[in-house]
């Protein structure tokens, strides 16, 4: 079975500076979908980033870039030029396909600090 | 374009009731997934309607039940409620079969069992 790994459950991180969340995940497939999905306190779960395991190269999203190492099984999210709406629980996603169902991590909390 | 929207935005039930919960798909999506987020968790997959059939189920008991209608909304039955079902229900819309079918989330539902 699939499973997703974080192992940050909180972190902080200056305004304007620059975090990683970390992420691992296990799975026998060799073709599925990585996601990373903000959720503020307004509960909605919006997408930031996606990555398909077939691209070797890392997906980026203006502030937001990750490391994909398939050998490792590892997605880590880094997001640059941290600002105060960052500020959420950010959960680490896999889907066997975009619209299959998404296996998601206990999530890290990410608090900015002015 | 109409978002995802859930309804009610909070429920409060007590132990072996019955609840209903309401979702309506982003305009043009044909695929809805619901899923529960325990307090402090990632969400857990319930089931996935397609075209008004399951279309795939997580490890939730058969009192966990759903429907999807010819519009593509879609309802959460729970019946029996247990204090565990007490959690963030999440809803997901899709589009499926033209490869652009990344999930939108709504803003969920809080259900309260005392």
């Known amino acids: 079975a699939q499973t997703v790994t974080q192992s940050q459950p909180e972190m902080s991180v200056q305004e304007a500076e620059t975090v990683t969340l970390s992420c691992t995940y296990d799975t026998s497939e060799s073709d599925y979908y990585l996601f990373w999905y903000k959720q503020p306190p307004s509960r909605q779960m919006i997408l930031v980033i996606r990555q398909e395991a077939y691209k070797q190269q890392n997906a980026t999203e203006n502030r937001f870039s990750v490391n994909f190492q398939k050998a490792a099984k590892s997605f880590s999210l880094k997001i640059s030029d941290s600002q105060l709406g960052d500020a959420a629980m950010y959960f680490c996603?896999?889907?066997?396909?975009?619209?299959?169902?998404?296996?998601f991590g206990k999530g890290t909390r990410l608090h900015i600090l002015p | 374009e109409t978002g995802v929207t859930q309804s009610p935005t909070h429920l409060i039930k007590t132990r072996g009731q019955q609840v209903t919960l309401r979702c309506s798909s982003q305009s043009g999506h044909n695929t809805v997934s619901w899923y529960q987020q325990a307090l402090g968790q990632g969400p857990q997959f319930i089931f996935q309607y397609y075209r008004e059939e399951e279309n795939g189920r997580g490890n939730f008991p058969p009192r966990f039940s759903g429907l999807q209608f010819p519009n593509y909304s879609s309802e959460l039955n729970v019946n029996a409620l247990e204090l565990d079902d007490s959690a963030l229900y999440l809803c997901a819309s899709s589009l499926t079969g033209t490869g652009l079918n990344e999930q939108f989330f709504g803003p969920g539902t809080r259900l309260t069992v005392l």
């Open positions: 996603a896999y889907s066997m396909n975009r619209d299959d169902k998404i296996i």
